[in-house]
Structures are given as structure tokens and as C-alpha cells.
Nanobody, 123 residues
Framework: QVQLVESGGGLVQAGGSLRLSCAASGSFFSLNDMGWYRQTPGKQRELVAVTTSGGSTSYTDSVKGRFTISRDSAKNTAYLQMYSLKPEDTGVYYC?????????????????WGQGTQVTVSS
């Protein structure tokens, strides 16, 4: 079983910064992509940023130039550095990963979600 634990959310004024962390633990062979999603009331969960095991990154248009996703593979941890925060960035941010685990039956793909961390940006 793979667990993701997020931290770093909080309350910040518009224009401020926050850094989210997502640490993966448990029994797995490899982590492929690691991404951050956010959800606001009444809206579907949306992908904010994702990074692959090869280091490629992708962002939703609304955060390009303001957010940076990174990962420390040695620590199995992903980060989301958020600058110039806006009230519309408010939401619960969830970490997500896909990877492989080794079982008695061979390799098995898995997906795991964190519990979410609240980010609130005041105007």
C-alpha cells in the first residue's frame, strides 16, 4: 500500500507564496508521474501540475509562470511552489501518483491520492 502525505497548505494574502510538499511512503517499486490537483466547491477536481519520472513538467494555463512543480526522487517527495497567489487559487490541493509495486504475481500498477491540504488566498 502506498500513502501520500501532503503538507504546507494554509492561509495567505493575495500575492503571497506557499510551498506544498507530498511525501510518498509504503511498499512500491517505482513512482512514475506525481501531480497536484485542486478542488473547489461546486467544481470538478482539476489537474494543476504534473511531473514525470523523467523530469518533464506540465501546468494548467491559469498557473503557468506562477507555480513550479518539482520532485526529489531520493526522498519520494514532490513539491509545488506557488507564487503570486490569487483568490481563485483557493481550494483543497491533492497529491496524486501512479507507479508500480512488486507483488507475488509480478509488477502491478497503482494509483494513490493524498488526503488533501487546504489553501486559502484572501483578497
Amino acid at each position: 500500500q502506498v500513502q501520500l502525505v501532503e503538507s504546507g497548505g494554509g492561509l495567505v494574502q493575495a500575492g503571497g507564496s506557499l510551498r506544498l510538499s507530498c511525501a510518498a511512503s509504503g511498499s512500491f517499486f517505482s513512482l512514475n508521474d506525481m501531480g497536484w490537483y485542486r478542488q473547489t466547491p461546486g467544481k470538478q477536481r482539476e489537474l494543476v501540475a504534473v511531473t514525470t519520472s523523467g523530469g518533464s513538467t506540465s501546468y494548467t494555463d491559469s498557473v503557468k509562470g506562477r507555480f513550479t512543480i518539482s520532485r526529489d526522487s531520493a526522498k519520494n517527495t514532490a513539491y509545488l511552489q506557488m507564487y503570486s497567489l490569487k483568490p481563485e487559487d483557493t481550494g483543497v490541493y491533492y497529491c496524486n501518483t501512479h507507479g508500480l509495486m512488486l507483488t507475488s504475481g509480478g509488477y502491478r500498477a497503482f494509483e494513490s491520492w493524498g488526503q488533501g491540504t487546504q489553501v486559502t488566498v484572501s483578497s
